[in-house]
Antibody, heavy 119, light 107 residues
């Protein structure tokens, strides 16, 4: 069974940093591209970032470009999102999601981790 | 950026009735369109890909259609577990974009 488990969320001050992790199991992690998607409280879904299987190709949404960094460790079956210069508007549930190709939908999602940016 | 617009924002339907949800793209996304279901407090669930193909394990009452800029998700006979928010998403261009969602509520 495919499982994606996010961790690392919590309360952080504006301007602070946080690193999210996504632990993958039940599939060959190194063979799948991965994404981060977030959802602000009571709002819709916002795609944030994509990383290819090797990590050589990365894309970001304009809203996080220059502040967030996606990475992966295929040996540890893990995906990461380093978030710097956090703002109140970054408050959201953050999901990792698997895709089976660059031109493919998000076929499996984690349960999400809540990030709250507040003083 | 491709803007995805869903309508209506809220759809009130009685159990057993048909629900028809619309999604429009600001430019062609070919058939690279997916639908997701999100129940309260849960992660999104993958329903439809390629505009009309059901994901593994998705009941046949869910069907998708369309291509280019106009897409439809139809739920033929609503069950209690189908009352949720539904999102469309294009994966034809970067950045990937989602519609704002359609809430299907019990009438």
């Amino acid at each position: 069974e495919v499982q994606l488990v996010e961790s690392g969320g919590g309360l952080v001050l504006p301007g602070g940093s946080l690193r999210l992790s996504c632990a993958a199991s039940g599939f060959t992690f190194s063979s799948y591209e991965m994404n981060w998607v977030r959802q602000a409280p009571g709002k819709g879904l916002e795609w944030l970032s994509y990383i290819s299987t090797s990590g050589s190709t990365i894309y970001y949404a304009d809203s996080v470009k220059g502040r967030f960094t996606i990475s992966r460790d295929n040996a540890k079956n893990s995906l990461y999102l380093q978030m710097n210069s956090l703002r109140a508007e970054d408050t959201a549930v953050y999901y990792c999601a698997r895709v089976s190709g660059m031109w493919a939908p998000h076929d499996h999602w984690g349960q999400g981790t809540l990030v709250t940016v507040s003083s | 950026e491709i803007v995805m617009t869903q309508s209506p924002a809220t759809l009130s339907v009685s159990p057993g009735e048909r629900a028809t949800l619309s999604c429009r793209a600001s430019q062609s996304v070919s058939s690279n369109l997916a639908w997701y279901q999100q129940r309260p407090g849960q992660a999104p669930r993958f329903l439809i890909y390629g505009a009309s193909s059901r994901a593994s394990g998705i009941p046949a009452r869910f069907s998708g259609s369309g291509s280019g800029t106009e897409f439809t998700l139809t739920i033929s006979s609503l069950q209690s577990e189908d009352f949720a928010v539904y999102y469309c998403q294009q994966y034809n261009n970067w950045p990937r974009t989602f519609g704002q969602g359609t809430k299907v509520e019990i009438k």
